[in-house]
């Protein structure tokens, strides 16, 4: 290897003099089919490091297959528009066929809404040219889908309370040295916070936009600004951290113990920039987000997600590990090193779609 690379550091010499064809024609055939193959070799494994390079720079972050990888269709000796054709008998029981999708009728895009009727009569049902009653005959009828804008106000809910200070006698007895109050029956409405004016009405809208119909907070505020209303969006921040550690916390605590008492789990985790982290200089790279979902053939379908500024196996122990109580399924992860590392697993799966991209990388 040495001689050839001498070979070749003389030849890219002579180019730079001006002699270079005397150089390769004093050379054997042999020495130019080996440099020849292993210049090739460079030159493929150059090109497959830039083109590394540009799919972490410009490529999608996401866990596609790779372009140049196997197809399973190849590897059967079919091709990819290959269709089999089976007879009715032959297709196996449960097996789903498509079906086209029914066209819906007109006039039923708007069944599900409500409908308000409005009726309208002439001022007269006499007829004006003889005088005689008319008779009502088929109607005009006019749909139109009616808009109402949100409404947003402050319910201030005020109880009077009456006491009695005329000093009757049996008022007093029954007093007894204290002025006893009268109030209304109507109940005292709980307040979701003390000492606030949120509804869990206004939350719950506000938790909708945001997680459902990913609106975030400060496109809310100026949703609100437009409208004419002051609503920061730190206080909807607020009161949706409130609701989480006062009321939702319970739930998710429920669900984290249940999860643990799975026997068939998914785990994956994914980068996830931080910006406060990043302000603080407490971090250099990204943060992750862990998840776990439940199998298929589990009866409670959920998902869990955790956060932790790291990729250790302590990250994954705090979502697997809850006071004492550890998950002891059978998980299907990719081919991280941390999830080999959790030895509590009865079973560890792999997943697919990773394990065709290792066999593609092993296969090169």
């Known amino acids: 290897?040495?001689?050839?690379?001498?070979?070749?550091?003389?030849?890219?010499?002579?180019?730079?003099?001006?002699?270079?064809?005397?150089?390769?024609?004093?050379?054997?055939?042999?020495?130019?089919?080996?440099?020849?193959?292993?210049?090739?070799?460079?030159?493929?494994?150059?090109?497959?490091?830039?083109?590394?390079?540009?799919?972490?720079?410009?490529?999608?972050?996401?866990?596609?297959?790779?372009?140049?990888?196997?197809?399973?269709?190849?590897?059967?000796?079919?091709?990819?528009?290959?269709?089999?054709?089976?007879?009715?008998?032959?297709?196996?029981?449960?097996?789903?066929?498509?079906?086209?999708?029914?066209?819906?009728?007109?006039?039923?895009?708007?069944?599900?809404?409500?409908?308000?009727?409005?009726?309208?009569?002439?001022?007269?049902?006499?007829?004006?040219?003889?005088?005689?009653?008319?008779?009502?005959?088929?109607?005009?009828?006019?749909?139109?889908?009616?808009?109402?804008?949100?409404?947003?106000?402050?319910?201030?809910?005020?109880?009077?309370?009456?006491?009695?200070?005329?000093?009757?006698?049996?008022?007093d007895e029954s007093n007894n040295d204290h002025l006893k109050i009268y109030h209304s029956s109507q109940p005292v409405p709980v307040t979701l916070f003390e000492k606030s004016a949120a509804s869990p009405a206004f939350v719950a809208h506000t938790a909708y936009d945001l997680l459902k119909k990913c609106v975030p907070l400060y496109r809310q505020e100026k949703a609100y600004k437009d409208m004419g209303y002051n609503i920061s969006r730190t206080l909807l921040s607020n009161w949706l951290w409130r609701s989480m550690n006062e009321y939702l916390r319970f739930i998710v605590d429920k669900m984290r113990h249940d999860f643990l008492r799975l026997s068939f789990i998914h785990l994956d985790e994914t980068e996830l920039n931080v910006l406060e982290e990043v302000k603080r200089g407490t971090r250099n790279s990204d943060s992750y987000v862990w998840i776990g979902?439940?199998?298929?053939?589990?009866?409670?379908?959920?998902?869990?997600?955790?956060?932790?500024?790291?990729?250790?196996?302590?990250?994954l122990k705090k979502m697997l590990i809850i006071d004492g109580e550890h998950f002891s399924g059978t998980a299907v992860t990719d081919g991280y090193t941390v999830y080999d590392n959790y030895t509590d697993f009865s079973g560890h799966a792999g997943c697919w779609a990773h394990y065709s991209c290792s066999f593609f990388i092993q296969g090169n």
Not at 104 to 113: E, I
């Open 1 to 171: 290897m040495n001689k050839i690379l001498k070979m070749i550091d003389k030849i890219c010499t002579g180019m730079q003099k001006g002699n270079a064809d005397n150089i390769i024609k004093s050379m054997t055939r042999e020495d130019l089919e080996t440099i020849t193959m292993l210049l090739a070799s460079k030159v493929n494994n150059l090109t497959e490091i830039i083109l590394s390079m540009k799919r972490q720079s410009f490529g999608r972050k996401s866990e596609k297959f790779n372009p140049d990888q196997l197809n399973i269709f190849e590897l059967l000796g079919l091709e990819d528009n290959t269709v089999v054709i089976v007879d009715g008998d032959d297709i196996p029981d449960g097996a789903k066929q498509a079906k086209k999708k029914p066209r819906k009728p007109k006039g039923k895009a708007l069944s599900g809404l409500p409908v308000k009727e409005v009726h309208y009569n002439p001022d007269s049902t006499v007829c004006p040219i003889c005088g005689k009653e008319m008779h009502e005959i088929a109607a005009t009828v006019i749909n139109e889908l009616v808009y109402i804008p949100a409404q947003i106000y402050i319910k201030k809910s005020i109880f009077h309370n009456f006491a009695c200070f005329n000093h009757h006698k049996d008022c």
């Open 293 to 315: 979902m439940s199998g298929e053939i589990e009866d409670k379908q959920m998902a869990i997600y955790s956060y932790g500024p790291g990729r250790s196996i302590n990250e």
